[in-house]
């Protein structure tokens, strides 16, 4: 079932709403393997008509499961998006089209909800990354390069210091 308005009942005055999505109601289609949505999404909505618009407020609430883009640990991801709000033409050019004489507001849901994923999901802000492997890289080379410079410099200032 999506998330349906109707018309009739907005006419006698705002629609309050609450319930649950399901990620298959919400029907994500999440490209990004990062991501999966496996709980459902809360709502607590209030719609009313506003001119030619229905205008809906209240909150979005879910938890995605996310795979961390350093470590690649999968972690819990709460999402809130609070206050949510929207308005849907249902009059004019840009009217979108009624489903059973209401207003379907799960495609707006599900885009917000998208919009609200971060791009690049971390299990916390101070994720390590991956455990790392040996490192046999230049790393090591950048401090002892150095080394024979300062040692030298230390030196002459020893020989002077005798002098
Ligand atoms: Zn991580």
Not at 7 to 26: F, K, N
Not at 139 to 155: L, V
């Amino acid at each position: 079932m999506a998330l349906l308005i109707s018309i009739a009942a907005l006419e006698r005055g705002s629609v309050t709403l609450s319930g649950e999505l399901t990620p298959d109601e919400l029907g994500f289609d999440l490209r990004d393997p990062c991501f999966e949505a496996h709980q459902p999404l809360r709502y607590e909505l209030t719609a009313q008509i506003m001119g030619p618009e229905v205008f809906v407020e209240g909150a979005l609430s879910t938890v995605f499961r996310c795979q961390c883009v350093r470590c690649l640990a999968a972690f819990d991801l709460p999402m809130e998006i609070k206050p949510w709000a929207c308005l849907i033409p249902i009059l004019g050019e840009d009217a979108l089209p009624l489903v059973n004489e209401s207003v379907d507001l799960t495609p707006q849901i599900r885009e917000d909800s998208l919009l609200a994923l971060p791009q690049h999901p971390l299990c916390g802000p101070e994720c390590p990354g991956p455990p790392k492997p040996r490192s046999d890289s230049s790393g090591p080379d950048g401090p002892s390069g150095q080394k024979p410079r300062i040692t030298t410099a230390w030196s002459v200032l020893d020989t002077l210091n005798l002098e």
